[in-house]
Every structure is written in structure tokens, then in C-alpha cells.
């Protein structure tokens, strides 16, 4: 339990710094975000508008975006 006063920062909690593709996705998720896109399909939609890489190459579609975010949060 932590003390009062005391907190965690996220970044304490990684093992490593993000990689550049982590980054650019991180940055077109946000970047929905703060344009009020909270639903996945439109979500998906702002990441390909974006030019937001995927694994492989493939243009984002929901299942891929799923997946892609349990491979990252593993």
C-alpha cells in the first residue's frame, strides 16, 4: 500500500522506452481522441485516414486493432 503523498508514475512501471511504431500509434489514438472519436469502428477509420502503420502493412480494421492492442498490453 502506498503511503500518502506517495503515487506511481507510469513510465516507472515499463521495461523499455516505446518504440518509434508504438509512438505513431499512440499519436493517431490520441489525436481521435481529442477530436472526440471514442467508438472503435470510427476510431479504426481516423487511424487509416491518419496513415497510422499497422502491423504488416494492412489497413486497420477492428479485429487488427483489438489484437494489436492485446499483443501490446501483454
Given at each position: 500500500m502506498a503511503q500518502q503523498g506517495q503515487y506511481l508514475v507510469v513510465h516507472q512501471t515499463r521495461e523499455r522506452e516505446p518504440?518509434?511504431?508504438?509512438?505513431?500509434?499512440?499519436?493517431?489514438?490520441?489525436?481521435?481522441?481529442a477530436r472526440g472519436i471514442h467508438e472503435l469502428a470510427q476510431l479504426v477509420q481516423a487511424l487509416n485516414e491518419a496513415c497510422v502503420p499497422s502491423p504488416g502493412g494492412r489497413p486497420w480494421t477492428e479485429q487488427l486493432f483489438v489484437s494489436e492492442m492485446k499483443r501490446l498490453g501483454a
Open positions: 518504440t518509434d511504431y508504438e509512438n505513431l500509434l499512440a499519436d493517431g489514438i490520441e489525436q481521435a481522441y
